[in-house]
């Protein structure tokens, strides 16, 4: 009951942010210099099509109608209409949605799979040859260009060593595990330097909190501690240091798609780009947006399924 | 024995063993402050002195000479596939990208720490406006939100800063609103209140005085992915328009040449991990400094 309180207050905290959301998406075909429907169609389009275009997006109409009928067309499930593909904005991104989710989840597990040991070695003794290594290497790998290193890793890992899939995806669990995992290291190695961090520190308060004193009293040995203990007591962090950090993951995912090929939303919005298709990128953006919204929620939930203490302020 | 020495841990020991650590630390952090300084400053001077360390043309095209190996007479890091020396174009390109981040930095610092003071020392609805702003851009994706909006304002250097600079000030908005917030009923400002000085300068010299240590250690934090975003924005295609140099855009036009030219991706990619580091190392050391305090 309690969860189920806490599940409703969340979801009603999202509502003025998706509301915004929509608001900064809606205002960005205003931001175009001139006439957006003349710099999408070229400067060779006739008048008439212009006008076409003016009344289809309905920028012939006062502003707040206008973004009425964006919220009305929106909340109708309809994203707008691809000018380079002549289709639904939606249709064509729900296409694309598999790849980019597998990208984020595989680079997420990863980068935690990376993370969670290396900071919880740091963590065992603070200031420490073994903490100043992991710093090290934190500080390093925060400056690593993604699209350069996922250059490097093809050129090595699939060119030189013939492992792995230069580039595309392959069908099937297997072919996508097997595919998707350069492109998800190259993601992970940009998330690994943040999330160490924030872990190590949040490692290092659990470790001073009075029931790890008790249970070293209790006479536990450190590896228990640590397995028993810390580790559970990590997990709730974890999980927050991974949300506040998914923008940054579905970011890395959009330069990365390209790099690679993948063809997931990152690579449909980078199209539109080229295209001047103002609705499709404003439709990816939203989608992205909500995402990151999403998983914010999901993030905290939970957080709360994982420590009772929490609640929503 | 175990009680006798938990004792002795709470004395005098742990008081001699926290001094210890925290000259260890302190030391760590001027090392990493001074590492890091030095790497940035030896790129700023060359950047700067670009035409006089390499009095190369960094746009001019020389195509039967182009491709040549690192080690080349008069082309030390080699040539690309236009014939450009490819050290002449690195060096311009720190010009450009260097330059680019620092207006990217410090206009977003100045203008969130301003509203996100003024938001956390007034409170209220200003709070609350300024505080659904800034939950609403922290919604969209870095990265998704900077090439949406490059992509609409038009390429260019200073759309780039102008993008960097609506995506990022919330960050510095969030932070100073939150120290403000705490700071304000600290005494020294209910006092610096009683004794009549006006809002602005309360703001100005009392508070901003005071918190203005950490937006600048996050400033330096924030320049290493400032610096990654601009040069993935020129490796997509949407950075600093040709042919003037950038690292981003340079690996990109060697990237159909990875196999058989390798040099040409990697140098100006190294550049970057260089910059990155630096910054790192500076944001590093100023957070260790901060922690210590």
């Given at each position: 009951?309690?969860?189920?309180?806490?599940?409703?207050?969340?979801l009603?905290?999202?509502?003025?942010v998706?509301l915004?959301?929509t608001?900064?998406v809606?205002?960005?075909?205003h931001?175009v210099?001139?006439?957006?429907?003349q710099?999408?169609l070229g400067?060779?389009?006739?008048?008439d099509a212009?006008?076409?275009?003016?009344?289809?997006w309905?920028?012939?109409?006062?502003?707040?109608?206008?973004?009425?009928?964006?919220?009305?067309?929106?909340?109708?499930?309809?994203l707008g209409t691809?000018l380079?593909f002549?289709?639904?904005a939606?249709?064509?991104?729900?296409?694309?949605?598999?790849?980019t989710?597998?990208?984020?989840?595989?680079?997420?597990?990863?980068?935690?799979?990376?993370?969670?040991?290396?900071?919880?070695?740091?963590?065992?003794?603070?200031?420490?040859?073994?903490?100043r290594?992991?710093?090290?290497?934190?500080?390093?790998g925060?400056?690593?260009?993604?699209?350069?290193?996922?250059?490097?890793?093809?050129?090595?890992?699939?060119?030189?060593?013939l492992l792995?899939p230069a580039?595309g995806?392959?069908p099937?669990?297997?072919?996508?595990?097997?595919?998707?995992?350069?492109?998800?290291?190259?993601?992970?190695?940009?998330?690994?330097?943040?999330i160490?961090?924030?872990?190590?520190t949040?490692?290092?308060?659990?470790?001073?909190?009075?029931?790890?004193?008790?249970?070293?009293?209790?006479?536990?040995?450190?590896?228990?501690?640590r397995?028993?203990?810390?580790?559970?007591?990590?997990?709730a962090?974890?999980?927050?240091?991974?949300?506040?950090?998914?923008?940054?993951?579905?970011?890395?995912?959009?330069v990365?798609?390209?790099?690679?090929?993948l063809?997931?939303?990152g690579?449909?919005?980078?199209?539109?780009i080229?295209?001047?298709?103002?609705p499709l990128v404003?439709?990816v953006?939203?989608v992205?947006?909500v995402?990151?919204?999403?998983v914010n929620i999901l993030?905290?939930?939970?957080q709360?399924?994982?420590?009772?203490?929490?609640?929503?302020? | 024995?175990?009680?006798?020495?938990?004792?002795?841990?709470?004395?005098?020991?742990?008081?001699?063993?926290?001094?210890s650590?925290?000259?260890?630390?302190?030391?760590g952090?001027?090392a990493?402050?001074?590492i890091?300084?030095?790497i940035?400053?030896i790129?700023?001077?060359?950047?700067?002195?670009a035409?006089?360390?390499?009095p190369?043309d960094?746009?001019?095209?020389?195509?039967p000479n182009?491709?040549?190996?690192p080690?080349?007479?008069?082309h030390?890091?080699?040539t690309?596939?236009?014939?450009?020396d490819?050290?002449t174009?690195?060096?311009?390109?720190?010009?450009?990208?260097l330059f680019?981040?620092?207006?990217?930095?410090?206009?977003?610092?100045?203008?969130?720490?301003?509203?996100?003071t003024?938001?956390?020392?007034?409170?209220?609805?200003?709070?609350?406006?300024?505080?659904g702003?800034?939950n609403?851009?922290?919604?969209?994706?870095?990265?998704v939100?900077?090439i949406?909006?490059?992509?609409i304002?038009?390429?260019?250097?200073?759309?780039?800063?102008v993008a960097?600079?609506l995506?990022?000030?919330v960050?510095?908005?969030?932070l100073?609103r939150?120290?403000?917030?705490?700071e304000r009923?600290?005494?020294?400002?209910?006092?610096?209140?009683?004794?009549?000085l006006?809002?602005?300068?309360?703001?100005?010299?009392?508070?901003?005085?005071?918190i203005i240590?950490?937006p600048?250690?996050?400033?330096m934090?924030?320049?290493?992915?400032?610096?990654?975003?601009?040069?993935a924005?020129?490796?997509?295609?949407?950075?600093?328009?040709?042919?003037?140099?950038?690292?981003?855009?340079?690996?990109?036009?060697?990237?159909?040449?990875?196999?058989?030219?390798?040099?040409?991706?990697?140098f100006?990619?190294l550049?970057?991990?260089?910059?990155?580091?630096?910054?790192?190392?500076?944001?590093?050391g100023?957070?260790?400094?901060?922690?210590a305090?």
């Open positions: 009951m309690a969860f189920a309180r806490f599940f409703a207050s969340r009603l905290q999202a509502v003025p998706l915004g959301v608001l900064v809606f205002v960005l075909i931001l210099p001139g006439d957006p429907a710099t999408a400067a060779r389009a006739t008048p212009v006008d076409a275009l003016h009344s289809q309905g920028l012939d109409q006062p502003l707040h109608e206008q973004y009425l009928l964006f919220m009305e067309r929106l909340l109708g499930g309809d691809s380079r002549g289709q639904s939606g249709d064509l991104i729900a296409a694309r949605l598999p790849v989710l597998w990208l984020i989840a595989y680079a997420a597990v990863l980068a935690c799979l990376f993370a969670v040991p290396l900071a919880l070695w740091a963590a065992s003794r603070p200031a420490a040859l073994r903490d290594v992991v710093r090290v290497i934190s500080v390093v925060l400056g690593v260009p993604g699209f350069w290193l996922g250059l490097v890793l093809i050129e090595v890992v699939s060119v030189n060593w792995l580039a995806v392959e099937g669990l297997l072919g996508h595990l097997e595919s998707l995992f350069l492109p998800s290291l190259t993601i992970a190695a940009g998330m690994t330097p943040l160490v961090r924030s872990l190590r949040e490692v290092l308060r659990v470790t001073e909190s009075d029931f790890v004193t008790t249970a070293r009293a209790k006479g536990l040995t450190p590896h228990q501690i397995m028993r203990h810390l580790l559970r007591n990590a997990l962090p974890s999980v927050t240091v991974l949300t506040v950090n998914v923008s940054f993951l579905i970011g890395g995912t959009l990365i798609e390209r790099v690679f090929g063809g997931g939303l690579d449909l919005m980078l199209t539109g080229d295209a001047r298709d103002f404003q439709a953006t939203l992205l947006a995402l990151v919204v999403i993030g905290d939930l939970a709360a399924l994982i420590d009772p203490r929490v609640e929503v302020q | 024995m175990s009680i006798s020495s938990s004792l002795s841990r709470t004395g005098v020991a742990a008081w001699y063993e926290r001094r650590r925290r000259r260890r630390s302190s030391r952090a001027d990493s402050l001074a890091g300084v030095a940035i400053g790129m700023m001077l060359a950047a700067l002195l035409g006089v360390l390499s190369a960094p746009i001019r095209q020389d195509i182009a491709l040549a190996p080690g080349t007479d008069g030390p890091l080699g690309d596939a236009l014939g450009r490819v050290l174009r690195m060096l311009y390109a720190a010009r450009t990208d680019v981040a620092v207006g990217a930095v410090l206009l977003p610092l100045a203008i969130g720490v301003a509203v996100g003024i938001a956390g020392y007034r409170g209220g609805i200003v709070d609350r406006v300024v505080t702003v800034v609403v851009v922290f919604a969209f994706p870095v990265m939100l900077l949406a909006l490059v992509f304002l038009g390429p260019g250097i200073p759309t780039i800063i960097v600079t995506v990022s000030w960050s510095y908005a969030r100073a939150d120290l403000v917030r705490r009923s600290m005494d020294y400002v209910l006092a610096a209140k009683v004794s009549g006006p809002t602005r300068r309360i703001l100005g010299r009392h508070i901003l005085r005071n240590a950490q600048v250690t996050f400033a934090s924030d320049a290493v992915a400032i610096i990654l975003f601009i040069t924005l020129g490796f997509l295609g949407l950075g600093v328009p040709p042919p003037a140099p950038d690292w981003g855009t340079m690996i990109a036009d060697a990237q159909p040449y990875f196999t058989t030219h390798w040099w040409l991706a990697v100006p990619g550049a970057i991990c260089a910059a990155g580091l630096g910054l790192s190392l500076i944001a590093d100023l957070s260790q400094k901060w922690n305090q």
